[in-house]
């Protein structure tokens, strides 16, 4: 058994195809598929995916990089939206949240504000919920780590961590998994690599992040497919090679990390 703990299977690029790309995955072996929302506008249409995929799971959030355009209101109706859901099983985390440093002028001035106020409140709601998250960690982990240490959750996963061993270590001790995608294919990902490897296997879990954050073997001078959630399988099978694993053993320690991360999805399996 797989299980992509991140997956944005909503997206245009999918161009209607969500259904094939859900079912080559299960083919794949794939047992889940999380698809975390990222605004309001998207709130509905992860949750309706989940309703009719049979391996697919949802989580709602905002995302930072669309908090610029959001507005108070959207967090009520994240509130609203959470307390519906929790009804529905297929509904497992608050995300995607977190903090986007990396873009320009995301890191600094109001954006940074509004982004801070829109992360706190959401792992307010998390609390409030007894939700774990799924976090947005791109060059923020620290100012991340200070609010989760001051609000606490229930824990979740840390998507494409990419920080150090350190930060990794103060992740898991908050009660956090670290995915691993497409990123650690690549040879020159040595950080990555050295976390993947460096880790306990415990605080593992895999992901695409698909249709982006593809995998070194969909990339080409000619083209560029888009990542898809039947990738996980090759994902973790380089996992497996770097860590001297057996590739079932991977697969089943991984699927075990992310539904001790996502306690409604293993509610699921």
């Not at 999380?34 to 697919?56: K, M, W």
């Not at 990089?65 to 609203?80: G, H, K």
Request: charged content about 15%; overall charge negative.
């Amino acid at each position: 058994m797989w299980i992509d703990t991140h997956c944005h299977l909503d997206a245009a690029e999918f161009g209607g195809g969500q259904a094939q790309a859900a079912a080559a995955a299960a083919q794949q072996g794939v047992a889940w598929i999380v698809i975390p929302a990222v605004e309001r506008a998207n709130f509905a249409t992860v949750a309706t995916l989940a309703g009719q995929l049979p391996n697919c799971t949802y989580a709602l959030g905002i995302h930072p990089l669309y908090v610029p355009q959001a507005e108070e209101a959207d967090l009520l109706a994240l509130r609203t939206a959470i307390a519906a859901a929790m009804g529905d099983p297929r509904f497992v985390a608050i995300g995607e949240i977190g903090l986007d440093f990396f873009v320009p002028g995301m890191d600094s001035g109001p954006n940074r504000e509004k982004q801070e106020h829109f992360y706190v409140e959401q792992l307010k709601l998390a609390r409030e919920f007894d939700l774990p998250v799924l976090l947005h960690v791109r060059r923020s982990q620290d100012i991340l780590l200070k609010h989760l240490r001051r609000i606490k959750v229930q824990g979740g996963i840390a998507h494409a961590f990419n920080g150090s061993f350190q930060q990794a270590e103060a992740f898991i001790g908050l009660g956090f998994r670290l995915g691993f995608g497409g990123a650690m294919t690549f040879t020159r990902a040595l950080q990555i690599r050295r976390l993947a490897v460096q880790l306990p296997l415990a605080a593992l879990v895999l992901e695409t992040d698909a249709p982006d954050m593809s995998p070194a073997w969909l990339h080409s001078e000619l083209s560029r497919p888009i990542n898809q959630p039947q990738q996980v399988p090759r994902i973790g099978a380089v996992l497996a090679e770097l860590r001297g694993m057996a590739v079932p053993e991977l697969a089943q320690a991984t699927a075990d990390n992310a539904r001790a991360a996502l306690p409604r999805l293993a509610a699921l399996a």
